[in-house]
């Protein structure tokens, strides 16, 4: 937003001094043409005079004299002829005869003056030629043709251009801190509304937005900004506080229901242990139920704060930089079914892994290796005896991916769409356990890291769950 506002700004600045600076660049180029044509029109009216009375004494030395003292001191040169176009005098090499000249004297014997129309520029080099009749009223006596110089005023117009546009260039520059300043005045408070909007986003407590001021009175607890912003960041501070209250309340509250349960449930389990040896052979059957519903709270409690934690990890990662985190996803790939195996083995699941080579990636061999055993719990519990789980880790473009896909009775269509959501379980996994909180866990690990969690059936049957995470070794854009 701010790149925005400062190029409208800007871009009205330019347009506003463009607006001023052409005119005034065009005044100036045509300021200096009307002064070479009035003092060149000054100096043809005198060679007018002298030639008109020349004709009426037939004396021409006076003019000649002039002339040839014109050229000598200013380097233009002059052609003056009588009425039938015959040469009085001709001075710097022009001659009457030249064609330009030729039809300049015509028309100035037929009583026409001859200017230059267009206007100089910084670039104009090639002379302009003059003509005026001589005599008085409608009683012409000669014509009288001067070719002017105009390096000498392209000069000057090249230096009132530089002038102008220094004094343009400094305006500008002038716009641009002020455009600068503007922007930042209005964006920066939007900008940390903005971070505190993500932060408050992701779970976490959001900073704290001083209340905008406008410029003049600021104090320690304010920032500058349009006095618009006020009731904004007051009314965002005041819901900030509020929803992360909320959040912070939920959040403890799941914790510390994970965490205050295990006392009782390890007593209890302490207590239904001490009246296993009081029980008859009736009650073997009930208190075999009891432990297996104790183990299954025991899993969904610790599943419950997995999430908890894994939630709060991803909104810090949203709003933090923690760009250091790297390792090898090969090796987590391998360590992991090392110790997998066995639980694989027992449970009539044939696993097998594939990491030819080293992947590395942008997150925690700890979160790596959470989402990989929650995949393989998944694959090696409901895949089936006899079927086969195949692991494997490699690189795909700017990622790293590790991959587990088992040949068992797989997910529909509808069930892949909501195999993520808390707690759900599929209808045909009932009679196994589970809490149905793994997959939102590693789908949440993943996230907090800019990955992703991808569901697909595999072929000809079975599930493929792939771990996406982006590779520490690529440039990663912002998060």
Sequence with gaps: MRTRVQTVLLLFGVLAVAAFAVPLLLFTASDRTQQLVL??????????SLMDRAAGTGDTSAITAEAVRYTRLYGEPLVVTD???????????????????????????RNQTAHPGSALRPWSRGPRMFAEPAGTGTQVSGAVVLRADVTTAAEDVTR?????????ALVALGCTVLARAATRWVVSPLRRL???VGELAAGLPPEHTPPVAPPGRRGSASVGGPPELRQLATGFNRMARTVTAALEQQRRLVADTSHQMRNPMAALRLRVDALHTHLGPSGERTYTGVNTELDRLQTLLDDMLALATAEHRAGELTVTDDSGARCDAAEVTLTQYRLWEPVARRAGIRLTAEAPEPVPAACTDRELAQVTDILLDNAIKYAGDGARVRLRCAAQGPYAAVTVTDDGPGLRAEEIARATTRFWRSARQTGTSGTGLGLPIAEQLLTGRTGRLELTPAQPRGLRARAVVPRADTEQGPR
């Design 83 to 109: 009425t039938r176009g015959h040469p009085v005098v001709q001075t710097g090499g022009m001659r009457a005869a030249d064609p330009t000249v030729a039809r300049l004297i015509d028309a100035a014997l």
């Design 39 to 48: 003092a060149r029109s000054s100096d043809l009216d005198r060679f007018a």
């Design 160 to 168: 009132r251009w530089a002038a102008v546009l220094a004094g343009t």
């Design 194 to 196: 903005d971070r505190a």
